[in-house]
């Protein structure tokens, strides 16, 4: 007996502990679970609607003068005099002398110039005596028939002329080149760059210094070819007739930290393409930049750097959407009915660092009253729940909206605020 429970003992308890095990695995307890709602995103929102867009293209330039000149002597000479406004900064007026040369060589040259004249003079009165006088003893000595014109002195008489004419030629040119050692400015200007002072020699071609004129300057503006097509630009052609009148052109630039403004119009197109950037290059102008203005406006400088808003049509029926609720690919995200996201790529007609501009008309373009999300939302998948807030109110989680805008929606708390009746 005692051997048996020795036995089936160990056996029975092997078993029982395998019954145990077997019963708490298929009792055990079923975990509790929960199913928890998606998660919704609250974003910012606004109801789109039809506006008009003053389309204003931006270019930069730098100013350059309408007409630059070097000043090139056409005597050589000394450097005698120079005029206080012949120096950099200096303005000038037509026909103000600038810089005198010696003069003395010039006014010696038209001294001999005159006396060799009055020399070629008394030679041709004296030949023109003694033709005359062969005629008479042609005459006298009874011969018929026409003297030839070496008997007459003809060619003698003809060369007096000559140089009576060669000497009165030689007064004009020592005459003009007298009047060359004094440099006058072709034009109102400003003096850039002077290259000589008193007592320096210079010779023909010279460079005496830069000058510019002063009555306008010019600044040349490349455009956007997209941008372009909304702006009525002056088109000149062959016969002298031009399509559209100047456009208006604002340009702004800082001056000791402080902005300052100036108007101008744009004159002209140039002629060529660059073949770089593939731009079209328009030429603006800002008259008399120089004179002193009421307002204190600073005057412009050859080479400086402006910024230009050139002044274009009027976008009527467009939508303006925020640079920040664009993404990429010109992509923006509409929230319809039941708060719920539909992307849609879009055609901007114009745009900027801030806004794009798309048309109300466009196939792809949402309608007025659509909701247009503002929030940038990483991964935005389609059709997915959102909590909007429109145009500061915010929509009734899951509720529906009305067709065509925002109007009628009930507005809910969110998750943690209070009810505010």
Known sequence: MKRFLRATLPLVIIGGCGFLAWWFISHRPQPQTMEMPPPVVRVE??????????????????????????????????????SPSFRPGGFFDTGEVLLRLDPVDYETAVVIAKATLAQ???????????????????RTLGKSGEPSALALRLPQVAKAEADVASAAAQIAKAERDLERTIIRAPYDGQVLEQLVDVGQF?????????????????IRLPLPEREMRFLKLPERFRDGETATSSAPVELRSLIDGKPATWTGEIVRVESQIDETTRQ??????????????SDGRPTLKIGQFLEAEIEGELLTDVFIIPRRAVRAGNEIILITGGNKLSRRT????????????????????????????LTPIPFAAEGATVLPKIDGALENPGGS???????????????????SS
């Not at 931006?58 to 000149?69: A, D, I, K, N, Y």
């Not at 079209?280 to 203005?293: H, M, R, S, W």
């Open 280 to 293: 079209i290059t328009a030429v603006a102008q800002v008259n008399d930049p120089y004179a002193q203005k």
């Open 202 to 218: 210079v010779t023909q071609g010279t460079s005496l210094g830069r000058i510019f004129a002063i009555d306008y300057v010019e």
């Open 120 to 138: 070629a003079e008394v030679t041709l009165a004296e030949e023109k005596t003694k033709a005359e006088q062969a005629r008479a003893n042609w």
């Open 401 to 419: 909206r009305p067709e065509g805008g925002v109007k009628g929606t009930t507005v809910a708390p969110a998750p943690g605020e209070k009810s």
């Open 45 to 82: 929102a606004t109801a789109l609607k039809k506006t008009s867009f003053p389309v204003k293209v931006r270019s930069q330039g730098t100013v350059q003068p309408r007409t630059q000149s070097s000043l090139l002597p056409e005597v050589s000479a000394k450097v005698i005099e120079v």
């Open 346 to 373: 879009v055609e901007p007609l114009i745009s900027d660092g801030d806004q794009i501009v798309i048309s109300a008309h466009s196939p792809q373009s949402p309608a007025e009253g659509d909701v247009l999300c």
